[in-house]
Nanobody, 118 residues
Framework: QVQLVESGGGLVQAGGSLRLSCAAS????????MGWYRQAPGKQRELVAT???????NYAASVKGRFTIARDNAKNTVYLQMNSLKPEDTAVYYC????????????WGQGTQVTVSS
């Protein structure tokens, strides 16, 4: 069974920084990518950033240049460094693990709240 444990959310003022971490454990094979999504109240869940095993990254336009995704392959851990935070970044942030073995699957963390005050 795969588990994702997130940490690092909290309350920060606009312009501040936070770092999210997500550690994956369990029987993990064939990782395609790891990433972060977020969901604000009344809105659909949206992609924030993803990173592949080859360190290829993809960012939402709204966070490009402010957020940086990184991973530690040995620890199956993904990080999201968030700088220059804005009130519109307020959301629950979810860690995602996409694998291709034994069958293509998505795993999700429980979510961590990020609140940016103006």
């Amino acid at each position: 069974q795969v588990q994702l444990v997130e940490s690092g959310g909290g309350l920060v003022q606009a312009g501040g920084s936070l770092r999210l971490s997500c550690a994956a454990s369990g029987s993990i094979f064939g990782i395609n990518f790891m990433g972060w999504y977020r969901q604000a109240p009344g809105k659909q869940r949206e992609l924030v950033a993803t990173i592949t095993n080859a360190w290829r990254t993809n960012y939402a336009a709204s966070v490009k240049g402010r957020f940086t995704i990184a991973r530690d392959n040995a620890k199956n851990t993904v990080y999201l460094q968030m700088n220059s935070l804005k009130p519109e970044d307020t959301a629950v942030y979810y860690c995602n693990l996409n694998v291709k073995l034994p069958i293509p699957s998505d795993y999700w963390g429980q979510g961590t709240q990020v609140t940016v005050s103006s």
